[in-house]
């Protein structure tokens, strides 16, 4: 066969390792031919592809980004797309597509798979964010990352009696943050989940101070917000030194934190460097696992399905169950942690 692969939205580690054991199983266990799409759907719409071979996903297991690229593609394009899904799959001369992404991706991929264009599902994203898998490749190395700088702020905070507030990625969810917060040992977690009051955060750290400790550590979601109208600086705030500032979430939180307690606070955005780099030993398995199902899934005819981890095996599971909520971070579960505020 003819397999299309693709890499679709935000770029995650472990992309390239699916690549790679898709490549590997198609070609030298089926003898398929694997086609890389390049940029995502952009790559399908403006029929960009290239041949990829075992020699060229030689190294690729340890390497983080995706060698074919990556784009976030506007609603309208996909679905003008998706009208015209068997015509772009003969240009490209396919026979079936791999299309592994978020959310997006695999709603697009159920349009697709809809509209008669045979395709396969493999979810991925830093935020853990898709239903109906226990977790995707990428969360594991983000977490990795983010644990790693609230490891290295403490003893930096520790130097300087400071408060840092560490703004770590996740717009809707909270699972990078509680789970990197946990296991960093951050005084308080924020995420979008559970609205916070800015006073709790105040007395937390005020407490701390009291008891003699010397810093405290904040892990904040991007996504996270104040209960409404808790927090002055809800649109910009001043920084140390008098600029006018509209960061996000990371950002005012300092600054507010530093008006409130008359202590330094300091903001650290750690953004793209959690998406960036080498994937953990997990992540490069379970994006290795979910490559080997994919191809499976391909000859098996388990079109419109996605490969899913559920109590450590790989299930083929209706995209469908993928897409129709995101998996938030339920309360049983953020109440396990004291230092939720
Ligand atoms: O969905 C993955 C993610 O990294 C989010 O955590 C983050 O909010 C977003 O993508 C950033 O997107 P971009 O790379 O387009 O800035």
Request: charged residues 25%; contains cysteine.
């Amino acid at each position: 066969m003819r397999i299309g692969v693709l890499t679709s939205g935000g770029d995650c580690p472990g992309l390239n390792a699916v690549i790679r054991s898709v490549v590997h199983r198609g070609t030298d266990v089926h003898g398929d031919e694997i086609i890389g799409i390049e940029d995502g759907f952009l790559g399908l719409i403006e029929g960009r592809s290239r041949p990829v071979s075992h020699d060229d996903v030689t190294g690729l297991l340890t390497l983080g980004g995706t060698i074919l690229g990556s784009a976030r593609v506007k609603r309208e394009r996909i679905e003008w797309a998706v009208e015209n899904a068997p015509t772009l799959a003969r240009n490209l001369g396919i026979d079936a597509l791999i299309a592994i992404g978020g959310e997006g991706t695999l709603t697009a991929a159920k349009m697709f798979s809809e509209a008669g264009l045979p395709v396969v599902g493999v979810p991925k994203t830093i935020d853990n964010d898709i239903d109906a898998t226990d977790v995707t490749f990428g969360f594991d190395t983000a977490v990795h990352v983010a644990t790693e700088a609230i490891d290295r702020l403490k003893t930096t905070a520790e130097s300087h009696q400071r408060v840092m507030v560490v703004e770590l990625m996740g717009r809707h969810t909270g699972w990078i943050t509680l789970t990197a917060g946990m296991a960093g040992g951050a005084h308080g977690i924020l995420i979008p989940e559970k609205p916070f009051d800015i006073e709790a955060v105040a007395r937390m750290v005020e407490d701390r101070f009291e008891r003699g400790k010397k810093f405290a550590i904040i892990a904040v979601a991007e996504g996270a917000a104040p209960a409404e109208g808790t927090m002055r600086f809800d649109h910009g705030a001043v920084d140390q030194y008098g600029h006018q500032t509209f960061g996000g979430i990371g950002t005012r939180l300092a600054h507010e934190l530093e008006d409130l307690l008359g202590k330094e606070a300091r903001p650290v955005i750690l953004g793209h460097t959690q998406r960036g780099g080498t994937p953990t030993s997990q992540d490069r398995v379970l994006a290795t696992r979910f490559g080997w199902h994919a191809v499976e899934a391909v000859h098996k005819g388990a079109f419109g399905h996605f490969t899913a981890l559920r109590r450590s095996e790989i299930e083929l599971v209706p995209i469908a169950e993928a897409v129709t909520r995101l998996k938030t971070v339920p309360a049983d579960r953020w109440a396990e942690s004291e230092a939720i505020l």
